[in-house]
């Protein structure tokens, strides 16, 4: 199938596309990467009568890593970081992440922010984010504002963002010398969406416990989902053996996720637990990497 009738606009500037998105609104869509949009766009499941392509602003692109973060354009590449020797050591989580997105040809060209602005609950970067308090950088032709990632997500490929508004950067602080993060994810096949995913993050305290964890999953919830109570269970603990089955029992019995046409809830419910126990078994075995 092609796409309906639209208006193309190429701006060479940030406040070309601002001040298009300000006229047009609702009417209007960004195109990035395009590998979501474009499909959309072909199946005619949306018909904007403005495309806005934004690959010709220069001062959107490229990402910074300093000593307080990870700063991170609207134009940078998934595979572009994926690459990054630095990114790697610094967020093992989102490198993990990145991997498991689709295929290599789709991570050329796809973008953080677009993901992220795609909001796509079974995405894996939209659950990383809210792992590590990202904070989204958001512009109109008005105004700034910033907004942390666990507002950004509304619901289910819907965003915070309003119609006049561009997602510019996501802004991720810089992990703990004693934090350990690891992502996986369960799919039919490689490269497949994924039935359930989970980032897992924990700080080793100099007790040799868990003094901070998060836990948050992708595709069992209209947002990615952050479990409270996991978190607390295995907070201070040593993630002994006795733990990892606690939590995973835990998570089977209160997990009430969604069900689709992939797959059911019960069974979600069951490979929830056990991807959130391999995790935390993860962590466990990277505790001697850590300065703990």
Request: glycine content about 8%.
């Amino acid at each position: 199938m092609k796409p309906s009738r639209f208006v193309y606009h190429a701006p060479m500037e940030l406040e070309q596309v601002l001040e298009l998105l300000s006229e047009y609104g609702d009417e209007a869509k960004v195109l990035a990467g395009g590998q979501s949009l474009m499909p959309m766009l072909n199946f005619r499941l949306i018909s904007p009568a403005h495309l806005i392509d934004i690959n010709r602003v220069s001062e959107l692109g490229g990402y910074s890593l300093s000593d307080s973060g990870l700063n991170i354009g609207a134009l940078a590449r998934q595979r572009e970081l994926e690459l990054s020797p630095e990114v790697e050591l610094a967020y093992p989580v989102l490198h993990e992440g990145l991997t498991n997105v689709a295929h290599v040809q789709i991570r050329n060209r796809g973008t953080i922010c677009g993901s992220l602005a795609h909001a796509d609950s079974a995405a894996e970067l939209p659950a990383i984010m809210v792992a590590l308090d990202a904070v989204m950088n958001v512009r109109s032709k008005k105004a700034r504002r910033t907004i942390p990632a666990e507002e950004f997500f509304t619901f289910h490929m819907t965003s915070a963002l309003n119609s006049d508004e561009l997602l510019v950067s996501v802004e991720l602080p810089r992990m703990g010398a004693n934090t350990v993060g690891v992502f996986d994810e369960i799919t039919r096949r490689k490269g497949d969406f994924a039935l359930v995913g989970a980032a897992v993050l924990g700080t080793w305290g100099s007790d040799g416990k868990i003094s901070d964890c998060r836990i948050v999953c992708s595709g069992v919830a209209p947002t990615p989902l952050r479990l409270r109570e996991a978190e607390r269970y295995v907070s201070g603990t040593d993630l002994s053996q006795e733990v990892l089955v606690g939590v995973q029992q835990l998570v089977t019995e209160s997990l009430e996720p969604t069900e689709d046409i992939h797959t059911s809830a019960q069974y979600r419910k069951k490979v929830t637990g056990v991807i959130i126990r391999r995790g935390l078994a993860r962590l466990a075995d990277q505790r001697s990497t850590t300065h703990v």
